[in-house]
């Protein structure tokens, strides 16, 4: 097929714009990972990064006669509040497209707006307070320590070990810094103890939940870090000095089926298609607590394709996966 890779502008590379060139994998983009994975299953593809013009990008993918959108995109303008935008630039050509539509991107990008959502349908979710620009106050019932982020950023945006806070006059504190430094509101959040899960799914009506991975904390207990900061996430060193790691999940089968069904509930419910990922907290005494819904996770080989990789899937099988339920997916409703 003709296939259109759509990419942040920010990842845009102007020396190989097609990114036609061989790349090694500890330097390889995402986007480059996935433009060469559609070319070896045999689509022709082309990159083109979604412009701040809106009016020419929302015509140049029917320009180029794609058959499949593939959306790599994350953001639009710089803020990631606004990837909804994208979505619905391409529901409106009436373009066949990878990923979630504008309801579930706009669902799992609110942490609050998922959480009550969730909570309203029985799941268990953390305490939490949402304040305004400007608002400095928090409810009496919130239990702490709590996690303080901005409302609308992707999961580890903004987060460091001060965003920890013991006590309200931290949280407090913390989200001035927040409101001044985003301009966005802040969500204050009960810290669950527990194991981090993180459930990634490839499906729609039925998707398959694929081997959770946990996060490991190896050094928690001599003052590591114990929840994923912006610096755990980016900083390949930092991981190493505290013991973190990424395996798979050990679980027993009535935990994983019980895993699995909550996730493809849940995923049903955000609104997620072709792909995503699901992060919980499951306490020592078995809770299982829904933290956030990611409906464009790491599509990396590391990312994404390792959790596949533990269920048989080779990369490339990932991929073709995904374009094969987009393109089933609007065939469907089409018809």
């Given at each position: 097929m003709r296939v259109l890779l759509l990419i942040d502008i920010e990842c845009a590379d102007c020396e190989d714009p097609q990114l036609t060139r061989r790349r090694h994998a500890s330097v390889a983009t995402v986007e480059s990972h996935v433009a060469s994975a559609l070319r070896?299953?045999?689509?022709?593809?082309?990159?083109?990064?979604?412009?701040?013009?809106?009016?020419?990008?929302?015509?140049?993918?029917?320009?180029?006669?794609?058959?499949?959108?593939?959306?790599?995109?994350?953001?639009?303008?710089?803020?990631?509040?606004?990837?909804?935008?994208?979505?619905?630039?391409?529901?409106?050509?009436?373009?066949?497209?990878?990923?979630?539509?504008?309801?579930?991107?706009?669902?799992?990008?609110?942490?609050?707006?998922?959480?009550?959502?969730?909570?309203?349908e029985g799941f268990d979710v953390p305490g939490f307070n949402v304040l305004s620009v400007g608002e400095r106050r928090l409810s009496r019932a919130l239990r702490y320590p709590v996690l303080v982020k901005p409302l609308m950023a992707d999961a580890s945006e903004h987060m460091a070990r001060t965003s920890l806070a013991p006590t309200a006059r931290a949280a407090l504190a913390r989200v001035a810094w927040l409101h001044e430094r985003t301009g966005q509101p802040v969500i204050c959040e009960e810290f669950i103890d527990g194991r981090e899960l993180k459930i990634a799914l490839l499906g729609n009506e039925r998707p398959l939940v694929l081997p959770p991975r946990e996060v490991r904390f190896g050094r928690m207990g001599c003052g590591g870090p114990i929840f994923i900061t912006s610096r755990v996430k980016g900083d390949p060193d930092y991981r190493r000095t505290w013991k973190i790691s990424?395996?798979?999940?050990?679980?027993?089968?009535?935990?994983?089926?019980?895993?699995?069904?909550?996730?493809?509930?849940?995923?049903?419910?955000?609104?997620?298609?072709?792909?995503?990922?699901?992060?919980?907290?499951?306490?020592?005494?078995?809770?299982?607590?829904?933290?956030?819904?990611?409906?464009?996770?790491?599509?990396?080989?590391?990312?994404?394709?390792?959790?596949?990789?533990?269920?048989?899937?080779?990369?490339?099988?990932?991929?073709?996966?995904?374009?094969?339920?987009?393109?089933?997916?609007?065939?469907?409703?089409?018809?």
């Open positions: 070896r299953l045999g689509h022709e593809v082309t990159i083109l990064p979604f412009d701040r013009d809106a009016a020419r990008a929302l015509h140049r993918p029917r320009a180029a006669r794609a058959d499949l959108v593939f959306n790599l995109t994350e953001q639009f303008d710089g803020d990631r509040r606004k990837d909804a935008y994208i979505a619905s630039c391409l529901e409106r050509l009436h373009v066949p497209y990878t990923g979630a539509g504008p309801a579930g991107l706009t669902l799992c990008r609110d942490k609050a707006g998922s959480k009550r959502l969730l909570k309203r990424y395996p798979r999940a050990r679980l027993s089968a009535p935990e994983f089926r019980r895993l699995a069904a909550s996730a493809q509930r849940i995923y049903r419910l955000l609104e997620m298609r072709d792909y995503g990922k699901i992060d919980i907290r499951l306490t020592p005494n078995g809770r299982m607590v829904f933290i956030e819904g990611n409906p464009n996770p790491d599509l990396s080989p590391t990312g994404f394709g390792r959790i596949a990789s533990w269920a048989g899937y080779a990369y490339t099988d990932v991929i073709r996966a995904i374009v094969d339920l987009a393109v089933t997916r609007y065939a469907t409703s089409r018809t």
